[in-house]
């Protein structure tokens, strides 16, 4: 069982519409999670990063984290176009620095 | 941008040959990490270097190697290279090690795209 769990999709989506993200991990000892967009031919850039449980607002994005059911998730409200990449969750335990990556779901975003 | 650059952008060669990627970090960033990242493996970490020192390693193969220079830069050695090795490989940098939070923002280059025909 691999240590992060990423469906890669592809999910399509029209715009406007409200986008759900996910990830499952299976080390209780991750504590830092992050959620990084990867446009096409690009690097990744982080999008979101949350420490321990509960909610994080930015904008029109939202990351949630439940650690007792090991599951993160990334909400997009009122998706554009632009939102069209690659997301990738990644994930962190405090004393071991590297971090642990989702392979990452694509989402397309139709006008 | 995000102040990593990374050279070069495009890499064609052949099998058992051996190649050098390189990457500058942002300025005043002290870590440097390297990946690897492909359609079925995802992005994979390799290794990470901080002020010229190794810190951490993950799935790097005995056939790779690095080293980040007194000058912050940083290079990725592939060598006897194989069909398999074509991927895209990042450079990212962060600031330090994340000693306060345990976890450092890490900025992304844009990546060298090699292909091992």
């Known amino acids: 069982q691999k240590e992060v769990e990423q469906d890669p999709g592809p999910l399509s989506v029209p715009e406007g519409a409200i986008v759900s993200l996910n990830c499952t991990y299976s080390?209780?000892?991750?504590?830092?999670f992050m959620w990084y967009r990867q446009y096409s031919r690009k690097g990744p850039e982080l999008l979101m990063y949350?420490?321990s449980s509960g909610n994080k607002e930015d904008g029109r994005f939202t990351a949630q984290v439940d650690k007792s059911s090991k599951y993160i998730s990334l909400f997009i409200r009122d998706s554009q176009p632009s939102d069209s990449a690659t997301y990738l969750c990644a994930l962190g335990a405090g004393n071991n620095r590297k971090l642990i990556w989702g392979l990452g779901t694509s989402l397309a975003v139709n006008p | 941008d995000s102040g990593v650059t990374q050279t070069p952008k495009h890499l064609i060669t052949a099998t058992g040959q051996r190649v050098t990627l390189r990457c500058s970090p942002r300025s005043g960033d002290l870590s440097v990490y390297w990946y690897q990242q492909s359609l079925d493996q995802g992005l994979q970490f390799l290794i990470q270097y901080y002020n010229g020192e190794e810190r951490a390693k993950g799935n790097i193969l005995e056939r790779f190697s690095a080293q980040q220079f007194p000058d912050l830069h940083s290079e990725l050695n592939l060598s006897s290279l194989e069909l398999g090795d074509s991927a895209l490989y990042f450079c990212a940098s962060s600031v330090g090690l994340g000693l306060a939070t345990g976890v450092e923002t890490q900025y992304f280059g844009p990546g060298t795209r090699l292909l091992v025909l």
């Open positions: 949350t420490y």
């Open positions: 080390n209780s000892a991750f504590q830092y």
